[in-house]
């Protein structure tokens, strides 16, 4: 075995002014997670499905003309801006749901959103199929059969693209989420410009998420639907409170759980905006 051992310090260095430490690095609360071969097997076949479907789509002739292709890019940018809310309704319900409130395979997922609060280096040092293994048993099944799809009903392409979009995007929000709490550093310049211009949901947006009590900025895709999630209030009857639907799902929790949901134990005054809308 190699061991390496600290050069020895001699007089000249010994007697040279000593120069700052540098910084600490950044500390990570927990050890590496890799991903196992099934995971990484469920992972590779996701990937070759949608290069299947994305072969199929163009064999059948779904962007052939100017009017399909333009049929087939609104698909696809409607699911884009579909998976961001859809991340943030998700996000929502995992951080304040009560785990042991939920069927035993879904508590895991609960407790893992709930103790990254905690936490929030922990999703860092996940490799790719292990953060999105939660996921991507549902989407490579769905991603199989939606490369079938695109081979034998050409008719349907904008529809086989937009749920093949939607399925990948909701593996990359993992990811992306991943990022938002990694430094410009580890991230890159690429990374960097993606999350500069909205691509990828920027760091700010996210660290926001964190910052104000888990109350707001849900959305985990790109974040640009939590605009509608955190700003768009409406009634569900006329006397009912105007809050946004964020405060409504909760109300709904502490409903049928019959315990607050977390973000009300964070931020005080919470609960009561959201039953009373003052
Ligand atoms: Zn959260
Ligand atoms: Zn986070």
Redesign the pocket.
């Given at each position: 075995m190699k061991i390496q051992t600290a050069p020895q310090p001699t007089l000249r260095t010994l007697n040279k002014p000593q120069s700052p430490p540098p910084p600490a690095p950044i500390q990570d609360t927990v050890e590496i997670e890799r991903a196992t071969p099934m995971q990484k097997a469920i992972a590779y076949t996701g990937v070759a499905c949608t290069a299947a479907t994305v072969a199929g789509l163009i064999h059948g002739g779904a962007f052939a003309s100017v009017g399909s292709g333009l049929a087939m890019a609104g698909a696809m940018v409607g699911s884009y801006v579909l998976a961001d809310i859809s991340t943030g309704l998700v996000?929502h319900f995992l951080?304040n749901v009560r785990p042991d409130f939920l069927p035993k395979w879904m508590q895991r997922h609960a407790h893992d959103?709930q103790n990254?609060?905690d936490h929030p280096r922990d999703v860092v040092h996940r490799e790719f199929a292990n953060h999105t293994a939660g996921t991507q048993v549902f989407t490579t099944p769905m991603l199989a059969a939606l490369a079938a799809t695109s081979w034998t009903l050409p008719a349907l392409a904008p529809l086989t693209a937009g749920l093949t979009v939607f399925a990948n995007c909701a593996n990359l929000a993992q990811e992306f989420h991943r990022r938002a709490h990694m430094s410009d550093a580890e991230n890159g310049p690429v990374i960097k410009t993606a999350q500069k211009v909205g691509l990828m949901v920027p760091k700010k947006l996210h660290a926001a998420?964190?910052g104000t009590g888990?109350n707001s900025k849900?959305a985990l895709l790109n974040g640009i639907t939590n605009k509608v999630l955190d700003d768009f209030e409406f009634r569900l009857t006329p006397n009912g409170p105007k809050t946004n639907l964020l405060r409504k799902m909760e109300v709904g929790l502490y409903k049928l759980q019959g315990s607050d949901p977390n973000a009300w134990t964070e931020t005080p005054g919470l609960k009561e905006r959201a039953l009373t809308g003052k």
């Open positions: 996000h951080d959103f990254h609060h998420h964190h888990h849900y």
